[in-house]
Structures are given as structure tokens and as C-alpha cells.
């Protein structure tokens, strides 16, 4: 059998998070697995299985008590409604699970310029708690020790969730600096957060009326009126992925790919189309492979009223980087230059 797609696609059935009744459409994973194989967007040999991540990983982002409590189920009724999911030790397990993904994905799209993690993307995840169905943020994970690791200095985190990412802002403090204030409540903080071993400028397109409450300054904060229109998002998401590359070089982006924009979310209030997403997330890919920078992928949220397009809008986003991928390297352009 021959690869269907130039990357790799992770998956896991442990990505099932044992919810319950919930408005996180927890099948969502397993879905987005059989669509891409029944519509022969990917073929088995596309997929990759990661291993859960280690605790080792997990504590370069969270307090050692919040992860040891997690493992005891010494998780407090307060800590548990802030988290809105059920704790179990099968929770912790695919948290850890899709820990791993990102880390796995990571190594993965700085050797072939894209890959996914069919999961994670728990963006609202803080160091020393979960928060908004998200325990452990697996994309800080995966950054923090691909930065350890060497493989990478600076990161650039584009989350385009309907729901700003508080976690990734906290856990990735821009410094503090005079900030620009541009029309649209768009606002820039100069000089992201650095570090030894290397820097995060995190941008964040979200709505401005919904969850989380508080929203700890990103790099920039993207804050968009109840109602966005795909023409609306998309020329946002230009100037927030221009003004963000004119600050700064990242040797990798990671791409949080939301589905809850969409127009027929439960929880997102914006009214962007099937379509405008796909747009979306073509744009994401034009301007990152252009520029020959490797994109890791993962999912985050989505709650469309039928579950099946929840799962059409993540499949796009894999034949988007697809087709973006094929574009790219017609126009000579620097893909093959990943991996060496
Ligand atoms: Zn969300």
C-alpha cells in the first residue's frame, strides 16, 4: 500500500475521553479517523500511533502536585467543575495520550513540514489546573520539550478556536510592554515571552464575548465581534499571521485548528462557513509553508449541532494542508527542504 498523504496523521483510539453525556462530542477523534480512510483522504499507512507522554514531559509544563493529585484522584470537587469533565483515571490516561500525540507530531512536521495530531489542542489547561474540558495542555507539553530536546528554538502558536487560549497565554506570558491598540479591539504585545531556550509568540483569534472570562494577554489577542463573517475572520487571521511574522521567525507553528467558529457551533458564536473554514485553514498553511515553516496541528474544540460537521470541518483541515502541501512544492517552493 502506498501513503495517501506527504505527512503523517496521529492517531489513538485512547483519544476517546470517557465524558459521559457531554456537549464535547468525545467520539469526535474515532469519526474524524473513519472519515479520512472511508473517503480515501488517507490511507492505514498514513497513521502513526503514539505513545502516552511521559510524566517527565508532562511536569516541563504542570506543578508537580496538580499531576500527582491527578494520578490519586485527589481531585477536588472545585478543581473538577473548573475542569467541566468527569475525573477518571481513563480521563488522565488519554490526556496523557494525546500528550504524547503532540510531542510525536511535533518530531514528525519538523522532518516533513506538516503533521497532525487527530486530537489535543487543550488550550484552556494551566499549570497547576484544567479548565473548559482541557487537563493537560498537550501542545505546551510538546513545544516545551521539543525546546529541551533542541530541536527547536522559537515557536509561534496560531489558535484559531472559537475560545481564546487563556492556558497557552498564561503558560507563555508575552512580556509586558507599552502594547499597540489597532481598531477592532486587535492588540499586539511586543517582545513575547523568552528564555533560555528559546521564545513562544502566541496569537489567538477568538471570540470576545464567550469563555473564558478572563483572557491573560497572548502576543496578540485577535478579538472578534459576536457574528464574524468568513470575510470578516479571514482577513483578521492575515493581518495576526503578517504582523506576528513580521515580529518574529519561529522554526515551528503550531496550528490550533478549532472547529467551533462555525456558524452552527453550540458554544461559539461567530458565523464563519464550512467553506470559510476550509479557507481558513488553507490560509494558515499558504503562509507557514511559503515561508518554509513546519506546521504541527491539532484539533481543540467543535460542538456543531450535528457532530458530522464538527468532523467535515477537521477532515478539511487535513485536505487543505494536503492540497496546500502539492501547491506549494509545484511553485518550488521550500518543502523539501524539511528534514535535513
Ligand atoms: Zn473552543
Redesign the pocket.
Known amino acids: 500500500m502506498s501513503r495517501r498523504l506527504p505527512f503523517f496523521l496521529l492517531y489513538h483510539e485512547g483519544y476517546y475521553l470517557p465524558l459521559g453525556a457531554h456537549v464535547f462530542p468525545a467520539q469526535k477523534y474515532r469519526l474524524i479517523h473513519e472519515r479520512l480512510l472511508e473517503d480515501g483522504i488517507a490511507g492505514d499507512e498514513d497513521f502513526l500511533r503514539p505513545e502516552p507522554a511521559k510524566d517527565q514531559d508532562i511536569l516541563l509544563v504542570h506543578g508537580h502536585d496538580y499531576v500527582e493529585r491527578l494520578h490519586t484522584g485527589m481531585i477536588t470537587p472545585q478543581e473538577e467543575m473548573q475542569m467541566e469533565v468527569p475525573y477518571s483515571p481513563e480521563l488522565v490516561e488519554a490526556f496523557w495520550l494525546a500528550a504524547g500525540g503532540s510531542i510525536l507530531a511535533t518530531t514528525h512536521a519538523l522532518k516533513d513540514g506538516v503533521c497532525f495530531n487527530i486530537g489535543g489542542g487543550f488550550h484552556h489547561a494551566c499549570p497547576d489546573h484544567g479548565e473548559g474540558f482541557c487537563v493537560i495542555h498537550d501542545v505546551a507539553v510538546a513545544i516545551r520539550r521539543a525546546q529541551l530536546d533542541g530541536l527547536v528554538k522559537n515557536v509561534m502558536v496560531v489558535d484559531c478556536?472559537?475560545?481564546h487560549g487563556n492556558g497557552t497565554a498564561t503558560i507563555f506570558p508575552p512580556r509586558r510592554t507599552t502594547s499597540a491598540p489597532l481598531p477592532s479591539g486587535y492588540m499586539v504585545q511586543r517582545d513575547p515571552s523568552a528564555s533560555s531556550s528559546g521564545s513562544v509568540f502566541t496569537i489567538s483569534l477568538h471570540q470576545q464575548h464567550n469563555y473564558p472570562a478572563y483572557k491573560p494577554p497572548s502576543s496578540i489577542d485577535v478579538n472578534l465581534p459576536d457574528g464574524a463573517t468568513d470575510a470578516e475572520y479571514l482577513a483578521w487571521l492575515d493581518n495576526a499571521l503578517s504582523s506576528g511574522l513580521r515580529q518574529f521567525t519561529p522554526d515551528l507553528l503550531c496550528y490550533i485548528a478549532?472547529a467551533?467558529p462555525y456558524k452552527e457551533d453550540q458554544?461559539?458564536g461567530l458565523a464563519l462557513t464550512i467553506e470559510g473554514l476550509k479557507q481558513r485553514d488553507r490560509k494558515l498553511f499558504q503562509v507557514a509553508l511559503a515561508k518554509g515553516i513546519p506546521v504541527m496541528v491539532t484539533y481543540?474544540?467543535g460542538y456543531a449541532r450535528h457532530v458530522e460537521d464538527t468532523v467535515t470541518i477537521h477532515c478539511n483541515t487535513v485536505i487543505a494542508a494536503k492540497e496546500i502541501t502539492a501547491e506549494t512544492q509545484r511553485r518550488g517552493g521550500q518543502i523539501e527542504q524539511f528534514g535535513n
Open positions: 478556536d472559537v475560545h478549532g467551533d458554544l461559539g481543540a474544540g
